[in-house]
């Protein structure tokens, strides 16, 4: 994860200027001056969108200001001032997780008038995206935030190693097949073993890069992709919160006992509480065949002089024996119900949500989620990782949303670093705890929770 100054270039000018007005005279002109403050996290896509928010500003006169802060800060800092009732942020873009607990608490602007009277339909929007960033509850038409930016995990390669001669030769000899971006958990872990400790330009190198970070979201947001296809299910969609016999299945428990053996097997040294930013340095110092991370990070790695362009490969996350899911990340944008300048923040809202801005936010570095961005017929070859991003977009899922995510994320965070990292325990031991510690938050939360 990548970490900027709090405010951006164009927005750090912004408060510049109007500090002079306030010592130079024009204090009047300074007053009436509109403006809104966006916050996010801190990382290229929020770049971007400082760039793409000078068209908002020469259009409708309104100055954009913005509050980025890092990845590891991000939660804590907005949830905090989203629950005291804070009036920094006039627009949030807000992690889809935090969708529930900021429809429950009115942290959010509900849109469904708005979208209705701007005939903004949820519609033209990639489905998954609608889920898991605007609605809530889940699957039903209330709309707290407009897609804002897509993403997923996927997966970067070392191209240029994987196609040369001698080491295509070596992996045929060895495997019996060309080598090739796995397809399967199962090739995966066959590639990334036959990459593990080997030479590579007078360098030893290793095979995978893994989320293992346990502090925020890292571990979570890495071994779903394993578990989910394995079978693990967060709850049975027939009854809300059963989750015994779910959650830790004998297949769920297999998926986890895979992501710790991909990690002891064929990991650089020393990463056991290492997340985004770990990966982007680990494949840019050349150490890794395979990196997992986030799509919002590759055009950067694309653009990256030393293993970018023909370097780099990308591919989507592999297939496990009993299903194909990807995590899904991205956020969508809301309107701060405490802001004083809501108006303006819903203008912000309709010019993003045109056509025309989508598709430019696409083209400098952001992830759209309109369906007449990604769905356009040449999306595919309008940037090396397109193809991979949209059909990880089609087989995304998600943590839960509930009021009460980040308890449930903490529990999840322990009990499965404890076992892949720490080594405590077995698999179905961890899953098994992991059951309990949701329970009992639920049932705090006044959830009936079923039993099988």
């Known amino acids: 994860m990548r970490t900027f100054n709090c405010l951006g270039s164009s927005a750090a000018a912004t408060v510049l200027g109007a500090a002079l007005l306030g010592m130079f005279g024009g204090g009047e002109a300074a007053a009436q001056s509109k403006q809104l403050t966006l916050c996010w996290a801190a990382w290229d896509p929020a770049n971007a ?9 020469k259009q409708s006169g309104i ?8 990845w590891t800060s991000y939660a804590d800092r907005f949830l905090n001032e989203l629950n005291s009732h804070g009036k920094l942020c006039d627009l949030i873009i807000g992690d889809s997780q935090w969708i529930g607990g900021a ?24 489905p998954a995206t609608v889920v898991g960033y605007s609605q809530w509850p889940k699957n039903s038409p209330n709309y707290w935030a407009l897609p804002a930016m897509a993403d997923a995990v996927g997966w970067t390669y070392r191209k240029d190693w994987f196609s040369r001669p001698e080491i295509q030769s070596a992996f045929k000899a060895k495997h019996g097949r060309d080598l090739a971006p796995p397809k399967t958990y199962d090739e995966l ?82 990463m056991t509480n290492a997340y985004m930013q770990e990966g982007l ?51 969508g944008i809301s309107v701060v119900a405490t802001s004083d300048r809501k108006n303006d923040a819903l203008a912000y809202i309709k010019w993003f949500a045109q056509p025309a801005v989508q598709q430019k936010w696409w083209q400098i570095g952001g992830y759209s989620a309109l369906k007449a961005v990604v769905d356009a017929p040449d999306f595919p070859k309008s940037a090396a990782f397109a193809p991979q991003f949209l059909e990880s977009m089609g087989i995304v899922k998600d943590f839960w949303a509930e009021p009460s995510y980040a308890q449930l994320l903490l529990d ?22 992991l059951v309990k510690d949701w329970t009992k938050v639920f049932k705090e939360q006044g959830k009936q929770v079923a039993s099988q």
């Open 49 to 57: 969108l400082v760039e793409l928010g000078k068209d908002f500003t």
């Open 103 to 126: 429809a429950e608490n009115k942290w959010y602007v509900k849109l469904n008038d708005f979208f209705d009277k701007e005939k903004i339909s949820m519609d033209d929007f990639v």
């Open 412 to 433: 999840m965070q322990k009990r499965v670093h404890d076992y892949v990292v720490a080594d405590k325990g077995t698999a179905q031991q961890a899953l098994d705890l």
């Open 189 to 270: 872990k066959q590639i990334a073993e036959f990459f593990q400790g080997r030479e590579i330009d007078g360098k030893k190198v290793y095979g995978a890069y893994i989320f293992t970070e346990r502090g925020s979201e890292g571990i979570t947001m890495g071994v779903t992709n394993a578990l989910y296809n394995y079978g693990f299910s967060y709850d049975n969609p027939k009854k809300p919160y059963q989750m015994q016999g779910i959650v830790n299945s004998s297949d769920a428990a297999k998926g986890l006992e895979f992501y710790k053996e991909l990690y002891k097997c064929c990991t650089a040294p020393g």
């Open 63 to 70: 100055e954009m200001k913005y509050e980025f802060v890092p």
């Open 281 to 331: 340095d680990a494949f840019k110092s050349g150490q890794v065949a395979m990196q997992m991370n986030w799509f919002a990070f590759f055009p950067g790695l694309y653009k990256d002089p030393n293993v970018g362009g023909d370097k780099i490969g990308f591919f989507v996350n592999p297939a496990g024996p009993n299903a194909h899911f990807t995590q899904l990340g991205g956020q």
